[in-house]
């Protein structure tokens, strides 16, 4: 291959990279992670992923060793749109006993709290000779966008919460023998977060509960780093075992806080002003097996643990310490386990269907509006066609079930949350989604 040739090849793929960087989008999803970061891995409900069972170099973000499996240079793009249904069944909202215990007006009934996304992901490896290779990906691996209205009853305790991130992972994996290969790459993370809430400044100021809102919106992003490793084991010809670590990346969020709402002899006295807060990703483990039980016939299964118990509290820290904000969280790990199947139907195309529980992360007693995670159940199925010898498009649909869930909260006028009112809603909520993926192998 001449130079130039090589040359041109890289650049097309580093655009592909770039445009994944550019738009990639939150949805809301187990936790605040998002799973969609591989189409083909989609198919079978990421079963096999840890292990390469998916087949191209999309693997790499939940295992970089299994860079190790690309043959010469590969480029992968994938979009996978999500479409969130997550709505309030029902809601009240009371004030605490002790401020008389009366209603919160407003809307009881703000709809779909969830917004639809499209998450893009792009890869690139480069193999240097049999065992060496090197890549880089681009991805949003964390994000949620809720959003209930400015009048909705459960104001107090928040309106909109926005987070998303985008990560670029330059990694390299090695084969040490034939049965074993490593991996490893440094996680390059932006988060940019927004939140907004209201207070009750009548009850608080006043003495008069719910005669004057004060909404504050606050905004806040900064780079972090992490790592991830894996290793890729094959005892023998067409069994593989996957072992994986993507570490936490800690964020201090900085940004201004602003306030709207206040009467104009009252403006000066809440002007905008400097905030701060700490945001940690959780770190995650994961094991993958891949088994060949014919030629054409694979089975596979992944479990992931997700150390989301690093996740205690929202603290937000406002120039003027007296505003500070604190929402309690006490996350707790969770457990991913999926199951899946790939058949090939012929040379050309491959067919994949798989199952997975993602148990949720936090119980009942501290569920909040603005995350109002819950057990999932998935079910999945997807198909890989060989277009040309140097083009593999893959498509994928996944439903994942959700229970009913329910926030209760309660306010007894003690503790960082006094003064938000007791809080009752019911949610109805589903996730539908659809990817398309394409791997260009040179």
């Given at each position: 291959m001449s130079p130039t040739t090589l040359k041109t090849r890289l650049l097309t793929a580093a655009a592909a990279i770039a445009v994944t960087a550019a738009t990639a989008s939150t949805a809301f999803a187990a936790g605040f992670a998002l799973k969609e970061q591989s189409v083909s891995g989609?198919?079978?409900?990421?079963?096999?992923?840890?292990?390469?069972?998916?087949g191209d170099a999309s693997s790499m973000f939940y295992n970089p060793a299994t860079m190790g499996l690309v043959t010469g240079i590969e480029a992968v793009q994938t979009a996978t749109g999500v479409i969130v249904k997550s709505k309030v069944d029902s809601a009240s909202a009371n004030r605490a006993r002790r401020l008389g215990g009366t209603s919160i007006g407003g809307n009881a009934s703000p709809g779909d709290i969830a917004q639809d996304a499209l998450v893009p992901a792009g890869y690139f490896v480069y193999s240097i000779d049999d065992d060496l290779k090197v890549g880089i990906s681009a991805n949003g691996p964390w994000g949620l966008v809720t959003d209930y209205g400015d009048s909705w009853i459960g104001?107090?305790?928040?309106?909109?919460?926005?987070?998303?991130?985008?990560?670029?992972?330059?990694?390299?994996?090695?084969?040490?023998?034939?049965m074993i290969t490593i991996g490893g790459g440094v996680q390059v993370q932006y988060a940019k977060a927004k939140l907004s809430q209201s207070s009750d400044f009548g009850a608080s100021r006043l003495g008069r509960p719910g005669s004057l809102d004060v909404k504050s919106d606050m905004t806040g992003d900064?780079?972090?780093?992490?790592?991830?490793?894996?290793?890729?084991i094959e005892p023998v010809k067409g069994t593989r075992v996957g072992l994986a670590y993507r570490s936490a990346v800690k964020h201090t969020l900085t940004g201004t806080i602003s306030f709207t709402g206040l009467p104009a002899s009252l403006a000066g006295a809440l002007p905008s002003q400097s905030i701060n807060a700490d945001l940690t990703t959780p770190d995650i483990a994961?094991?993958?097996?891949?088994?060949?039980?014919?030629?054409?016939?694979?089975?596979?299964?992944?479990?992931?643990?997700?150390?989301?118990?690093?996740?205690?509290?929202?603290?937000?820290?406002?120039?003027?310490?007296?505003?500070?904000?604190?929402?309690e969280e006490h996350w707790k790990d969770s457990w991913y386990y999926a199951l899946g199947t790939s058949y090939k139907v012929t040379d050309k195309l491959t067919l994949r269907a798989g199952a997975a529980f993602d148990k949720g992360s936090v119980d009942v007693e501290y569920r909040t509006p603005r995350i109002p995670e819950q057990n999932r159940y998935w079910l999945s199925a997807g198909a890989g066609y060989q277009v040309t010898d140097n083009l593999r498009v893959d498509a994928a649909y996944s439903h994942v079930f959700i229970p009913k869930t329910s926030v209760a909260l309660t306010d007894d006028l003690t503790g960082p949350e006094a003064g938000?009112?007791?809080?009752?809603v019911d949610y109805k909520s589903s996730i539908d989604l659809i990817g398309l993926q394409a791997k260009f192998t040179f």
């Amino acid at each position: 291959m001449s130079p130039t040739t090589l040359k041109t090849r890289l650049l097309t793929a580093a655009a592909a990279i770039a445009v994944t960087a550019a738009t990639a989008s939150t949805a809301f999803a187990a936790g605040f992670a998002l799973k969609e970061q591989s189409v083909s891995g989609q198919g079978t409900a990421y079963a096999g992923v840890t292990a390469g069972g998916n087949g191209d170099a999309s693997s790499m973000f939940y295992n970089p060793a299994t860079m190790g499996l690309v043959t010469g240079i590969e480029a992968v793009q994938t979009a996978t749109g999500v479409i969130v249904k997550s709505k309030v069944d029902s809601a009240s909202a009371n004030r605490a006993r002790r401020l008389g215990g009366t209603s919160i007006g407003g809307n009881a009934s703000p709809g779909d709290i969830a917004q639809d996304a499209l998450v893009p992901a792009g890869y690139f490896v480069y193999s240097i000779d049999d065992d060496l290779k090197v890549g880089i990906s681009a991805n949003g691996p964390w994000g949620l966008v809720t959003d209930y209205g400015d009048s909705w009853i459960g104001r107090y305790h928040g309106i909109r919460s926005d987070l998303r991130t985008y990560n670029f992972a330059p990694s390299v994996s090695y084969r040490i023998n034939p049965m074993i290969t490593i991996g490893g790459g440094v996680q390059v993370q932006y988060a940019k977060a927004k939140l907004s809430q209201s207070s009750d400044f009548g009850a608080s100021r006043l003495g008069r509960p719910g005669s004057l809102d004060v909404k504050s919106d606050m905004t806040g992003d900064d780079w972090g780093w992490g790592f991830t490793l894996g290793a890729l084991i094959e005892p023998v010809k067409g069994t593989r075992v996957g072992l994986a670590y993507r570490s936490a990346v800690k964020h201090t969020l900085t940004g201004t806080i602003s306030f709207t709402g206040l009467p104009a002899s009252l403006a000066g006295a809440l002007p905008s002003q400097s905030i701060n807060a700490d945001l940690t990703t959780p770190d995650i483990a994961s094991i993958g097996l891949y088994h060949e039980v014919t030629d054409r016939w694979a089975v596979m299964a992944d479990v992931q643990w997700t150390n989301w118990s690093r996740f205690r509290e929202l603290r937000v820290n406002v120039a003027n310490p007296a505003l500070n904000s604190v929402t309690e969280e006490h996350w707790k790990d969770s457990w991913y386990y999926a199951l899946g199947t790939s058949y090939k139907v012929t040379d050309k195309l491959t067919l994949r269907a798989g199952a997975a529980f993602d148990k949720g992360s936090v119980d009942v007693e501290y569920r909040t509006p603005r995350i109002p995670e819950q057990n999932r159940y998935w079910l999945s199925a997807g198909a890989g066609y060989q277009v040309t010898d140097n083009l593999r498009v893959d498509a994928a649909y996944s439903h994942v079930f959700i229970p009913k869930t329910s926030v209760a909260l309660t306010d007894d006028l003690t503790g960082p949350e006094a003064g938000r009112g007791n809080l009752n809603v019911d949610y109805k909520s589903s996730i539908d989604l659809i990817g398309l993926q394409a791997k260009f192998t040179f």
